[in-house]
Structure formats: structure tokens, C-alpha cells
């Protein structure tokens, strides 16, 4: 005989078919140019990171990131275990950086791979360097998870950082799970961040936003439409059946 316990797990474990969610990042590299204080080994100030699209934390998805630095640097291999997923260094190359992100155990099991060229140089080369005007480089994406657990998608229901599908008509979900107190959260979010006067507004992330929402409303009007034939052809056979005997 089963535990209560152990059935409210296969509860939260069961896959939502046909629903996915999208987590909107943005990931780059903001340098700034030492000036006087430069030498011929750092040049430059720089950090590196992963963010929400709009500054909300991620810590609610990912669990820990590695950045890969060039093996020029000491201990070149760098986790970071909670949010906000960055961090800063001096030098004078270029190189790119091979971010690794881990998700917390009811989101996914496979890490995801991320790629960034590190940019300390502007792209108008022959123009003067400022300390005051750092170089931004950034690149917006999404990540998206299919058919989420009953128990992922509750804990994150009510998360700004996540954009939800509308689910079909009469699906019920267990309870959100409360959000966690409001000061450890924020330490989370880049809103504040000293940095988050240069990061880059992207224009089109709320277009992106829409057409991920229009097709996951596609995608639950096909599951419904599945539902439907699926029951007229349940109908149809009990029809037929009398009449092949």
C-alpha cells in the first residue's frame, strides 16, 4: 500500500501534455576600460552573466552556472550557486566564454550550453576609449521547457521571471507554491543592479513574448481539438457495434 506521501509525488512528477514554459534570458558581457590605470596584462574591467529579460531573478529555474574563462585565467572554471549568475574580472583579451546552466531537479535533468564572445574592445576601433562609457554586448533568448511537471509548473505559477501558457478549460493544478520571502528575492533580481544602467533594452523580447504565448494557445487548442475526435470516434464505434454482430 502506497504512502500518501509517495502518491502526492507522482502527483507533482505528472507530465503536462501539450503545455510548455518559456523562461526569456538575456546573457553578454559589460567591460570598462582602466584608462590611467591600465597595463599591458589589464586593460580592462569586466563582467559576465545570464539575467531575466526583464531583471527578474532566476534562481527560481536555475539552480547554479559555470562560466568557462580562458585557461589564462586562475581557476578558470567558475560556479556560481545562486543568483544574481555573474561575475567580474580584469584582463586585456578576447576569448570566448562557454557558459553551462544547471536547473533545479523538477525543472530538467540536462544542463544547458551557452556561448559568449567576451567584448572589451568597441567596434569603432580607430575612436577613443572612455573609462565613463562602458562596451555592452548582450543577446536575448528564451529556453523553453515541454510538458513541465504538475509540480514545476505549480512552484512557478505565480513567478515574474516565467511565461505561462493559458491552460486548457477545466485543467486544475494542485496549489502555487508560496514565492519566497520578498527580501531573499530580490537579492536575486538585477533591477537594482549597479550595472543595470547599461544593460540593453530589447525591443523585440516583447514581441517574442507574444508569438511564445500564441503558440502555446495553438498548441492547447490542438490538444483540445485531439479530446474532441478522440471522443467522437469513442462515439462512433459504440454505434457501430451493434449492428456488426
Request: with cysteine.
Amino acid at each position: 500500500m502506497s504512502k500518501p506521501e509517495d502518491t502526492e509525488k507522482k502527483i507533482l512528477n505528472k507530465k503536462l501534455k501539450d503545455v510548455e514554459i518559456s523562461i526569456p534570458i538575456v546573457y553578454g558581457n559589460i567591460s570598462f576600460w582602466l584608462g590611467k590605470k591600465a597595463n599591458e596584462y589589464q586593460s580592462h574591467k569586466w563582467t559576465v552573466y545570464v539575467r531575466g529579460a526583464t531583471n527578474e531573478d532566476l534562481g527560481v529555474v536555475i539552480k547554479r552556472a559555470v562560466f568557462q574563462l580562458h585557461s589564462s585565467f586562475n581557476n578558470p572554471t567558475r560556479v556560481v550557486e545562486s543568483p544574481p549568475f555573474e561575475l567580474s574580472e580584469a584582463g586585456w583579451g578576447e576569448f570566448e566564454i562557454a557558459i553551462t546552466l544547471y536547473f533545479h531537479s523538477d525543472v530538467c535533468d540536462k544542463p544547458l550550453n551557452l556561448y559568449h564572445h567576451l567584448k572589451l574592445y568597441p567596434e569603432d576601433e580607430s575612436g577613443p576609449m572612455s573609462t565613463k562609457k562602458p562596451v555592452v554586448v548582450e543577446s536575448y533568448d528564451e529556453i523553453v521547457f515541454p510538458e513541465p511537471s504538475e509540480g514545476f509548473f505549480a512552484r512557478v505559477q505565480s513567478h515574474p521571471a516565467v511565461t505561462l501558457p493559458r491552460l486548457p478549460a477545466g485543467f486544475t493544478l494542485p496549489p502555487p507554491v508560496p514565492v519566497e520571502d520578498a527580501s531573499k528575492r530580490k537579492r536575486g533580481d538585477t533591477k537594482d543592479h549597479p550595472l543595470s544602467q547599461w544593460f540593453m533594452n530589447f525591443s523585440e523580447a516583447d514581441e517574442l513574448l507574444q508569438l511564445a504565448a500564441a503558440r502555446q494557445q495553438v498548441q492547447a487548442h490542438i490538444a483540445k481539438l485531439r479530446r474532441q475526435i478522440s471522443l467522437i470516434d469513442g462515439q462512433h464505434q459504440q454505434l457501430k457495434s451493434p449492428s456488426d454482430q
